[in-house]
């Protein structure tokens, strides 16, 4: 597997930061690194990738350009999901990615998130 150095990481951080001014903090993963990360999980076309507390929606994004995923993200910040869904857009990619504003605990009567919730609530005991 490859391995990135500082100065990779430097610059591989391609997104602009859309969520400014969100009351809670956001912190960015750089797109090689999340690039990384999918090659790591195997993910393809055919999986469905999800995203709880997603930010700027650039790991779904990711997912949806590179390796033609399908995803969900949630976060409790209304500005930055306005700002996922103006990068799928963006993008072309809003027809395999969606974006919601919600908390996890809204998600437990949502058919899509119904089986991520039930494994979360058995992890957590």
């Excluded at 969520?19 to 960015?28: I, K, N, R």
């Excluded at 390796?67 to 930055?80: L, S, T």
Aim: glycine content about 8%; aromatic content about 6%; charged content about 25%.
């Amino acid at each position: 597997m490859a391995s990135l150095s500082s100065e990779e990481l430097k610059q591989s951080n391609k997104l602009d930061t859309p969520c400014e001014g969100a009351s809670l903090p956001v912190v960015f993963s750089p797109t090689r690194v999340i690039e990384l990360g999918l090659e790591l999980a195997c993910v393809k076309r055919t999986d469905v990738v999800g995203d709880l507390g997603c930010g700027d929606g650039r790991a779904l994004l990711v997912a949806a350009n590179t390796f033609h995923a399908h995803g969900y993200g949630i976060d409790i910040r209304p500005n930055c999901i306005d700002a996922c869904n103006r990068s799928a857009r963006i993008h072309m990619v809003e027809k395999l990615i969606r974006f919601r504003c919600c908390s996890f605990e809204a998600l437990a009567d949502d058919p899509e998130w119904q089986r991520v919730y039930d494994e979360h609530t058995r992890i957590r005991g």
